[in-house]
């Protein structure tokens, strides 16, 4: 998380530093900062708060200079403050960090007793005072940036602005992400694509350890063992068209709405409707070996791989081990070797997914990544790239994202029961018209958005909010309960309905409202009965189902929202619309800011 934004030329740089740093707040928006090569000194302006701040401290001290850095922050190390936004600075130099320097403290305490000062808590301040010191004692910069990158141990991406050098900038990456883009008289530093996007679509993907020196001319790539090496110049393809919001109110309704067309574009990729047959973006990948399946992710994607377990089980019957990213490397996992381990991430920068990923790599796994980032570092390290085609996902509160993890897992899925010998040639067909019928299934799920605006204040008002569901419907009772609890601030709780009666119930009351996913089909009489239980003690039930399921089971619910009839399949991407558009509503119901949930950031490259 954090953004950083670059700029070496010959115009002056402040305000397309700012425009860049909006496609770039996603990834946080605690503080943000901006520092020119100006006049012989280096200039700063940082505000806390959004970036409306440090717009406003623009507009009213301008800030020249023909090269400079900038950068949106969430905190880490340090409140958010004026004080420790970045750019962090001394007399000769300016930083922009994203990432943790997990040595900063006894690097902090060697500076202080060599008499240096520091003006903020954040690690990125030593790395400033590092810098700077190599550079007074007559070291030029790249020779003083070469000396200091092995003494930073943890994650991160920097780039380096040098006072004496105003035609120069430095950039670094170890475990976050950082791209350069060249230009026409110009040069690039970004977290990624989309904050270059009005500037330069012709980028370069820095590797794990790379630095690079860059000027006006071009740029000057190193590795980790500091021989000059070359980096593809990729076209990145992302416009200002693919992140503008349109006619919508917030990017995450434009996002869900989105989904019919994305889920559409990504099982393009994954289907032959011709043939009638699934397939993988490598065909000829052989699955037929692999006898155990590790899932690691993090957030939503975590519940999108347990979606894909239900389905790994049922369809290939292969087993499958889920594993929260954070923890679990911590657990010392046995792993065969032979074994796929799957790891699922919107950006592919996720610093523990990409760690487990790394771990799984030593125990001799096979490596596949769904990824919606296909230059990423996860997708860079996989053995099997599995695509979504989701496109830039600028809400920190991930939907389109989500849907088209579940499109490729189910493809996914199949293929790998195919290879196993699972999958009859007529039960291939049916996925595949079933999966072809989930684009226009999550249109139809999309007409129910004015009656669940209706109903948004059932939730809106609640202090607690439980949701229930079984099989496939479980995972998204937890990613119901998490978009509510992201962008609305109430707290939710997801639960396998046959758990309610073993603790939970303990809770209801008639204040507060049970959403129930119940789908019509072999669990529905099961659900129906735990949502009875809830009734019974004067909980408010909302019911998700289709029409069969509402009339059913609907009449003494406080509201029912009605779902197209679909196979169990595809019903995983199709109820995904419900929870999040009812999150969306409860939230701007609230009056919260839904694009930017306070405490939160899109790609969290910090562990």
Known sequence: MCGIVGIVGAEDVADRLLDGLKRLEYRGYDSAGIATDHDGGIERRRASGKLVNLARELAAHPLPGTTGIAHTRWATHGGPTTNNAHPHATEE????????????????????????????????????????????????????????????????????????HPELLIGARLGSPLVVGHGDGETYLGSDALALAPLTQRIAYLDEGDWVVCTADGAQVYDRDNHPVERAITISGVTGELISKGNHRHYMLKEIYEQPIVVAQTLRSYLQRMEERVTLPIPEFDLSSIKRVTIVACGTSFYAGMVAKYWFEQFARVPVDLDVASEFRYRAPVMEPGGLALFISQSGETADTLAALRHARSEAQTIAVVVNVPTSSMAREADLLLPTHAGPEIGVASTKAFTCQLAVLAALAANLARAKGKLKPGEERDIVRHLAEAPAALNGALAYDEAIQAMAGVVAGARDVLYLGRGTDYPLALEGALKLKEISYIHAEGYAAGEMKHGPIALIDENVPVIVIAPSGPLFDKTVSNMQEVQARGGKVVLISDYDGIQAAGENCVATITMPKVHPLIAPLVYAV??????YHVAVAKGTDVDQPRNLAKSVTVE
């Open 578 to 583: 419900p929870v999040q558009l009812l999150a």
């Open 93 to 164: 130099v300016a930083v922009v960090h994203n990432g943790i320097i997990e040595n900063f403290k006894p690097l902090r305490d060697e500076l202080i007793a060599r008499g240096r000062v520091f003006t903020s808590e954040t690690d990125t301040e030593v790395v400033a005072h590092l810098i700077s010191e190599k550079v007074e004692a007559g070291i030029d910069p790249v020779g003083a940036v070469r000396e200091v990158l092995p003494r930073l141990h943890g994650a991160f991406a920097l780039a380096i602005l040098f006072r004496k």
